[in-house]
């Protein structure tokens, strides 16, 4: 007989290292649930029949159908029905904006909390390491059709493992020395470690998918040349990398950086490592982030993990019109990032070509912008200066035509970001697109959605059949 | 991938040439492009450019000098050892037209770069007036390879050990003041490629230069390469690396050439010391 259950309204809490000790080294800030914890967490799920998380989430994890492995503590079984759907359980766990996508449709979130989705996903994923090496899901016999991915990012991860799965023999071509694009060059070790995504990617490659480094398509190879000699079908799956400037003076002095330049010193190259690795960064003691978004964020706590005293977020609007992830911006606020909202740059000011300051305007609250956020605009007269050693630059970035423009054929939007059908296909017959360099600058798990979805056409495609089906 | 050094040549003290294997890069090289190294695990990403290829032999030709402690380590390696990463061919090729008479100015290391772009210019049917430099004769490289490709070839020395005695900046005035050009090329030191521009700017000849600004990805992800040309911010790794000489604003460029001299030295002093305890 079930026994009645009483509706646990609050979720368990996540343990996590203290701010004053974590906001000095490069590990982990989220310690993740213990089996304990996590049985205890699952429990709260009602195991609904219409199953509303499962539509929140852009890879279509058995929601509940994990979960309920988890309540009876059996996390292999668990992380087996994750993988079913979702070759990266351990990145998403961690950075999927899950109160926007699986846990906002939950259905204890109209009561109290939702069920706590990624914390799950994450302690699942995370014990399989101590399970030793997974077996591999089935895999089709090989079909002899070949596909080559461009990029490593989750889109094309996602996008070649399934394809690996359904028998093709798939290639990735990453331009970098590292495979996970934005997952080990720009999120920081302390919200990702990079030996998770090792491991997952590796489990990619255990799919049978190849990846081959130090191929800038469009410069080491044309990607038309590709199709011409031997591979059936392609996935750009290139990010939108491109960074973008303020365009205001001083810009190019010394110790002004882009997010993309700050972080990929970081994480990628280990610059926080040096000398021991070779790669330099600047250590600021005062330094100016400017921006609202998770890569701001990132760049901040960067800062503070490689010494800064002071550490400005400086961003035009006000906290309410932050991008950033709550959660991230509570963990900043911990750590001491100072907040300076309604604040624009207008000058960078510097010394013998190093930045000494920051000239800004206040800003004020306009009318609602096309984005539906209130506009800000600037207070006259309301100059002042914020002085600081270092500057990064965190406003966004957008499509890099390094590979696109020696495609015309291949059909553009207006900003430069590729144009794709209903099912991921671009202008080019048999090439497909995905992620950020389709949305501009999105999330993991949109990329990895959009991935999912342009294996689905392509093996369609492969196989023979018709591209509605 | 790998990409094993097959050939290995010391040029003069600081100037060393290395010839790799790595087919693809070979295969698609055009003059005036360039390649990022990564040398082992720990090692930075470096730009070098292609001074020779051989598509057919599946080669590259790398040529540089001793700085710091990535062309340090890259130096000590030997025939047989292999490199981590080499990617590319990277940049924006050189423009080979049909122009005339084209004058050629090297510098040190930057002969190196320069040799490819001298030879496909005369190739194109150009008059290929090249002068070469470096502080002394010891220093001096690709002499015979710049004259094969030159219609005629000059020589300076800062201390007049070989050829005439002084800068190829003068040599170069001494041209545009004779007969002209209808374009010069400048490569070399950053330094070097300012005064040249400063010297052509009177006689209105357009001048092409070849930046050298810190660069990490090489792709336009990172923004580290930014030189100002004409007051505008430009990505030398994916838009250059040549660009006008007239219109690049090289006291930010010298700057940013700086931007990490303490640090530089620490890494130098630990890579040289490191050698020593071997
Ligand atoms: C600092 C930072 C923090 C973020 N935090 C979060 C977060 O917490 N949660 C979240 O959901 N999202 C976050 N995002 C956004 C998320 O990382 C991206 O939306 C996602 O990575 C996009 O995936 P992608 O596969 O489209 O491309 P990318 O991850 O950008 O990968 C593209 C890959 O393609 C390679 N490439 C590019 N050009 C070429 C070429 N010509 N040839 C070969 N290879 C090429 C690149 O080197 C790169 O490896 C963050 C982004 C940044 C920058
Ligand atoms: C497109 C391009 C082509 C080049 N071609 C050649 C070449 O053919 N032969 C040659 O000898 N040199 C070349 N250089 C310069 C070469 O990249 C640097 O000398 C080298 O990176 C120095 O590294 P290091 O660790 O030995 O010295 P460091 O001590 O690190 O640096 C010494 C100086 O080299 C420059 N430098 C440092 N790091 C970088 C970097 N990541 N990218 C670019 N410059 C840097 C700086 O001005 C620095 O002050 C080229 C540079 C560029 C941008
Ligand atoms: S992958 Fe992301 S969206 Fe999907 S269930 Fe997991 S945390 Fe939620
Ligand atoms: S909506 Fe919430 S409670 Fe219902 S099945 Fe999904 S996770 Fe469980
Ligand atoms: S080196 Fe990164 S953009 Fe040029």
């Known amino acids: ?96 904006p899950q109160e926007d996508q699986c846990e906002k449709f939950c259905t204890l979130g109209k009561k109290g909390s939702p069920v706590a989705i990624g ?48 028998g093709h023999e798939v290639t990735i071509l990453e331009a970098l020395h590292a495979p996970g694009g934005v997952l080990v060059y720009g999120i920081p070790e302390f919200r990702l470690p990079k030996a998770i995504v090792n491991r997952e990617v590796e489990y990619v490659t255990r799919l049978g998918v190849k990846i081959q480094y130090d191929q800038v398509v469009g410069r080491t190879v044309r990607l038309q040349d590709l199709l011409a000699n031997g591979y059936d079908a392609g996935f750009i799956g290139i990010g939108a990398g491109l960074p973008w400037f303020m365009d205001i003076p001083g810009e190019n002095l010394n110790g002004v950086y882009s997010a993309n330049e700050y972080l990929t010193r970081s994480n990628l ?201 | ?101 084209v004058l050629c100015v090297g510098g040190g290391v930057g002969i190196a770069a320069l040799y490819p772009i001298a030879r496909a210019l005369k190739a194109t049917g150009n008059r290929v007036d090249s002068i070469i430099g470096a502080r002394s004769q010891e220093l001096l490289i690709l002499e015979k390879e710049m004259e094969d490709v030159s219609t005629s070839l000059a020589i300076m020395t800062d201390d007049g050990s070989k050829g005439a005695k002084g800068l190829v900046t003068w040599a170069l005035e001494e041209e545009l003041k004779g007969e002209g050009a209808d374009l010069v090329l400048a490569i070399g030191p950053a330094i070097m490629m300012k005064f040249a521009s400063a010297v052509t700017a009177p006689f209105k000849v357009p001048t092409r230069v070849s930046l050298n600004s810190i660069m990490l990805d090489g792709t336009g992800m990172c923004g580290t390469c930014r030189v100002e040309v004409c007051g505008k911010t430009r990505f030398a790794c994916v838009e250059g690396p040549e660009f006008d000489g007239n219109e690049v604003d090289w006291n930010l460029l010298l700057n940013r050439l700086g931007q990490y001299k303490q640090e530089e030295a620490v890494s130098y002093e630990q890579a040289r010391s490191g050698c020593c305890r071997e």
């Open chain 1, 269 to 469: 190259m280990k610059a926080y490592l040096f000398p021991e690795y070779d790669t330099p960064l600047k250590r600021g003691q005062r330094v100016a982030v400017v921006g609202g978004g998770n890569v701001a964020l990132d760049s901040a706590r960067t800062a503070l993990r490689l010494g800064a005293e002071e550490v400005f977020l400086v961003y035009r609007r006000s906290r309410d019109e932050m991008p950033a992830r709550a959660e991230e911006i509570h963990h900043a606020v911990e750590e001491g990032v100072q907040f300076k909202f309604l604040t624009l740059p207008t000058i960078i000011e510097g010394k013998d070509g190093m930045v000494t300051g920051m000239e800004c305007l206040r800003m004020e609250l306009g009318e609602p912008d096309e984005s539906g956020r209130r506009r800000p605009v600037p207070v006259e007269h309301s100059e002042f200066k914020i002085a600081c050693d270092l500057v990064v630059m965190a406003i966004g970035t957008s499509a890099n035509p390094l590979l696109t423009c020696t495609m015309p054929e291949l059909k553009l939007n207006r900003r430069g970001y590729i144009e794709v059908d209903e099912v991921g296909e671009t202008s080019i017959p048999g090439i497909y697109a995905g992620g950020d360099i389709v949305t501009g600058s999105a999330t993991v798990i949109e990329a990895m959605g959009a991935g999912k979805k342009a294996a689905r056409a392509i093996h369609r495609r492969l196989a023979g059949e018709d591209k509605e089906l």
């Open chain 1, 119 to 166: 914390r799950l996903e994450r302690l699942a994923a995370d014990a399989e390491v101590a399970m030793g090496e997974l077996s591999l899901p089935e895999i089709a016999p090989p079909t002899g059709k070949k596909v080559v991915v461009i990029g490593s990012g989750p889109a094309s991860l996602t996008c070649a493992g399934d394809l690996a799965r359904l």
């Open chain 2, 1 to 101: 991938m790998s990409y094993p050094i097959i050939f290995k040549e010391q040029m003069s003290e600081q100037v060393f040439a290395l010839r790799v294997r790595a087919p693809q890069i070979a295969a698609g090289a055009l003059p005036g492009q360039f390649a990022i190294l990564r040398i082992n695990e720990g090692g930075e990403r470096f730009p070098l450019t292609l001074a020779d290829w051989s598509a057919g032999e599946g080669w590259i030709f790398l040529v540089f000098q001793v700085v710091g402690k990535s062309t340090f380590t890259l130096s000590k390696l030997q025939v047989g050892d292999e490199l981590k990463d080499v990617v590319g061919p990277l940049g924006l090729p050189s423009e080979i037209e049909k122009y005339g008479r």
């Open chain 1, 1 to 96: 007989m079930e026994k009645k259950k009483t509706l646990k309204k609050e979720r368990i809490p996540m343990r996590e290292q203290d701010p004053q000790e974590r906001k000095s080294n490069f590990d982990e800030v989220a310690c993740g649930y213990n089996l304990e914890e996590g049985m205890a967490e699952a429990d709260r799920c009602l195991e609904c029949k219409k199953q509303p998380c499962v539509a929140g989430c852009p890879v279509e994890v058995d929601i509940p159908g994990f979960i309920k492995r988890v309540k009876e503590g059996d996390l292999r079984a668990a992380i087996m029905a994750i993988k079913d759907k979702n070759d990266l359980p351990a990145i998403c766990g961690r950075v999927c």
